[in-house]
Every structure is written in C-alpha cells, then in structure tokens.
C-alpha cells in the first residue's frame, strides 16, 4: 500500500507550518539542491559555513555562567576549564546590565543574583585572575553597558601583558531585543545605536578577532516567540544593525565578518534544525544582495546557541538532562559554532556545580559518542527537513517584508509590532500547556505524587554588604580630580560625533566605576520610557 502523504493527518508547529504524516520524493518537486543547499562552506551555506564543519575540530563548548562576586564566578570558571571546557560565558547581574554601581539603592537586592557584579576595574582583575586570556575567548552577555564591560576586559587583559590584537571573545552588544524581550535597556533606541556603531569602529581598529556582537534569538525566544518568528525578528535587527553601520560611514566589509548570533533551541527537534538552517542561508541572501557584501566572511552566519531555559521545569527536574542533550544534539545537526548546554536544575536558581558539571559532560557525550562529528550536514536532503527547511525560510521572509513596510526594526520596535507578535504567541504556548494539547512531562501529563529534592544553588546575604564595600573603596582610594576630568571627555564625547569608547576607555583606566559612565550617559541621552 502506497504512503498517504496528503493532508489527512496534519500536525501544526507553533509557528504555523502544518507537518505531514509522511514526507516523499513529490513534497519537493520543483527544488533545486545545487541552489538551495549546494556544499558545506559554500553558498548559500545552508549545510553549513565551513566545508568539513566539525570533522577537523568540534564546536566551542562554552558553559554559560556567573554569579556572585568576581571571585566566585573565576573558581567556577577555573572548574569549568579544567574539565575540558573550551570557551567561557559569562552573566552579570541586573546592576551591571543596568548602569548601576552595587551600592546604587536601585540595586539593593539585585547584587551578584543572576549573575557576577561589575563595578569597576578592580573586579575585573579579579574576575579574570590567572585565566589564559591569549588562549581562550570569553563570551559576555551585556547590552546596555556592553562598552564598558569590553573596555574594562581589555584593559586587564593589557595589564596581564596580551595584546588587543590576541583577544578573543563576543560582546552581546544586542540593544534592540531589548526593547523587544528582555528589558535590560537604559537610553533611547537611536542613542542605543550609536553606542553599538562606535563598538563595531572601535574593534576593527583595536580589537581585531573579536565579534563586535552577537545578534540575539535567543531571548526573543525565551520571551515566548515562536522558532519563526525568532529568526525573522533577529535578522530584522541584524539589518537594522548593519544599515546603522553602513550610516555611520563604516565600509560593509569592515565590520560584517565580526557579526555574530545567538539562537535558542528548544524542544521541536527537527523544527529547531530546520530554523539553524534557514537562518544561515537567509544571511547569506542578504549580505549579498541587499548590502552588497564581497568578502566571503561578510556573508557567514556563524552563531552560538544556548538550550533553551524557558523549556525547563522545576517539577522533576531531572528530566531536565533529557530535554537539554535532545536541544543541543539539534544546534549540533543545524551546525552551531558554539553551544552551552544548561544546568538541569536552572527552573530553580543558578546551577550548582553538579548541574554545571553533567551539563559539561553532556556536550562532550554528543562530541565523543554520537558520531555526530563524523560529517558536515548529515541530515541534508531529508524529504522532510528541507520541506521543513523551506517553510521556515518562507514564514520569516514574510515578517522580514512587513518589518520592511514598517521602515525597519527600529521603527516596528517603537511601533510595538514585534512585542505584540511575541505576546500573541507566548498566550498560545501557554494555553496549549493549560489545556493538555502540549504534553509537558511532569508538569501537566505524568506528575509524580511525591515530588523529590533537588539541591538549591545557595546566596550567601553577606555578598551585597561585601560588594558595595568594595566599590567604596574604589572611589575612595583614586584619584577623584582625574576620574572626573575623564567623565568630562565622556560627556563631551556624548554630545559631539567621535567614538565614546576612547574617552571611556581613559576614564575606567582611572577607576571610574561602571555606574558613574552610565550616569554621564543618562545625562546626555536620557532614559527610554516605553510608550511615550
């Protein structure tokens, strides 16, 4: 009996696209694959942007982390290390995502919470202390104050004797999710931008090898988008990104092969490739044909992913371990370029060290023991992946072209188009668990009558009174007179048109703390007020 493969028994994804119970030869008649996926490292790049991809060497297995004092996420960086990690990731609490020294009253109980705090050069000596800074890049999630926290990692990095030119690593620097899904803004978005332009023209004349930004899905995600609707509001701001340097007088070749991005991956497995995919070749399309780019960096998309922590659960939280292994085996299979696996107990607080360890250990499983590694693409002409591929690619041009009309992502941002979209969706998502049409094991389908426990990640109350004392002794122990002729130039810099990361880089070398920059800031540019 022949496979019916028509539309009898369609399953809908999130995003729309209606799954077949079966795919066949005829579901992709008229596609071309030497135009649609043509060889690994080559465009489109759909299979991938380098030709063997993890055959000659796996990706970055970069574990996500930060917490506390400076100290305390350098021990657990130092752990990280030493059990074959290759790369470092680092969070920072709400403070320093926010321009706010740890003794600001804002800041009361927000210290070191969800990440490490960062109030000055001082804790970014030791932050860093004994780490091989020539040898290994160091990814940070910052945004507001991302200028800041990359000045602040090469001035140490100077002070320990390597040279701008040798480090590497990512600065977020992703202002416009912000406004979208995340929150962490502090100034207007076109002032935002500003500060992200002089980033790009500042790195690609100190800081050579690295990426200037990561252009974020993954908190659009987190947010409650859809897979969809997180590639196409991400390369949206890409865009937006782009143009704004094109604006600047900065030569599109110059900047675009230190763009980078972040996706999310989440429970749909072949959905989740079908989008790493997509995402690559439309960025290809666009670097080429809409901003002209030459250069064969210009057009890759290379990415980092993170598994998806919206999807965890505090109920059965082991079962965590699973649903992260299936999410990175699918960045693995869409051909990331680094990957942090999450701590299985993270529905619950900061991953202890023994989350933090089988998450470690669950990259190097899929590394050494699935034969993943073995070839580029593996999954590459699946009847059902590249039919996948394709409606993933159609949905996301279709908002890209709306964004379009709106005049761009800046314009759809202020307008509320794209959070409106994410609400809608997130309302669906939930529903759906509400009503048991998803299955969420443990938590609405197989619930276990006798919960069991799960250790906490502790927060030590003594770490605010300890961090704030340390940013007073900070400004008691410099010199103010120069501290503040250098917050001058920042203020001067501000209103004028040079690049704010030279006087900025000067101030924070005399001690200037994270706060009294962003204060400076706050004066020239205002603060962003949604909705008026």
């Known amino acids: 009996m022949a496979i019916d493969s028509s539309n009898a028994d369609l399953r809908r994804l999130d995003s729309g696209i209606d799954i077949k119970a079966a795919y066949l030869p005829r579901d992709l008649e008229g596609w071309n694959p030497d135009s649609r996926l043509g060889d690994p490292g080559r465009y489109p790049y759909t299979r991938g942007i380098y030709p063997t991809m993890y055959r000659g060497r796996p990706w970055t297995i970069r574990q996500y982390s930060g917490f506390g004092t400076a100290e305390a996420t350098n021990e657990r960086w130092q752990l990280l290390l030493a059990g074959g990690g290759t790369g470092l990731s680092c969070a920072f609490d709400l403070p320093t995502q926010m321009g706010y020294d740890s003794d600001h009253p804002r800041a009361e109980g927000e210290v070191g919470k969800v990440g490490v705090a960062i109030d000055s050069i001082d804790d970014m000596r030791v932050l860093l202390s ?22 602040l990692y090469q001035l ?8 701008a030119a040798k480090l590497g690593g990512t600065v977020q620097n992703d202002i416009l999710k912000e406004y979208v899904a995340r929150g962490t803004y502090i100034y ?7 500060l992200v332009t002089d980033i790009f023209a500042y790195c690609n004349e100190n800081l050579p090898s690295w990426n200037t930004i990561s252009i974020s899905g993954y908190h659009i995600r987190e947010a409650g988008s859809t897979a969809v609707q997180e590639i196409a509001f991400t390369l949206a701001n890409g865009v937006a990104y782009v143009q704004a340097a094109l604006d600047a007088g900065l030569a599109v070749d110059d900047f675009a ?16 490739i079908a989008k790493f995919r997509a995402a690559r070749r439309m960025w290809a399309k666009i670097m080429t044909e809409r901003f002209g780019a030459l250069e064969e960096k210009s057009k890759l998309l290379r990415f980092h992913t993170q598994t998806g922590g919206s999807t965890l659960t505090a109920q059965q939280p082991e079962n965590n371990i699973a649903r992260v292994t299936l999410q990175s085996l699918a960045a693995v299979l869409g051909g990331t370029q680094s990957l942090h696996a999450n701590g299985f107990d993270e529905a619950l607080g900061l991953p202890t060290a023994k989350a933090a360890t089988i998450a470690l250990r669950t990259q190097q499983i899929v590394a050494n023991e699935s034969g993943v590694t073995d070839t580029a693409d593996p999954l590459a002409g699946s009847y059902f992946v590249e039919s996948l591929t394709e409606a993933v690619e159609a949905g996301a041009w279709g908002y890209l072209e709306k964004i379009d009309s709106m005049g761009g992502a800046v ?17 669906e998502y939930a529903k759906s668990i509400d009503t048991t049409k998803r299955v969420i094991v443990g938590v609405n389908r197989y619930i276990d009558d006798q919960p069991g426990h799960t250790e906490v990640f502790p927060i030590d109350p003594a770490l605010e009174r300890h961090q704030a004392d340390r940013v007073a002794a900070t400004r008691r122990d410099r010199d103010q007179a120069s501290v503040d002729a250098a917050l001058g ?18 101030a924070l070398r005399r001690r200037a703390t994270l706060g009294e920059v962003s204060d400076v800031l706050r004066a020239e540019f205002g603060v962003y007020q949604p909705g008026r």
């Open 489 to 506: 130039d920042v203020a001067s810099a501000a209103r004028g048109t040079s690049n704010l990361l030279v006087p900025m880089k000067e």
């Open 188 to 194: 207007p978005p076109r002032q935002s931008m500003r």
């Open 130 to 151: 004994g780490l091989p800074l020539d040898r290994v890049t160091t990814s940070m999630t910052i945004n507001s104050t991302a200028a800041i926290l990359l000045l």
């Open 257 to 272: 092969p230190r763009l980078s991005f972040f996706w999310n991956s989440h429970n749909n497995f072949f959905e989740e």
């Open 411 to 427: 314009a759809a941002i202020e307008a509320g188009y794209m959070q409106d979209e994410i609400e809608q969706a997130a309302y």
């Open 156 to 163: 140490v990095a100077e002070e320990q004797g390597v040279p």
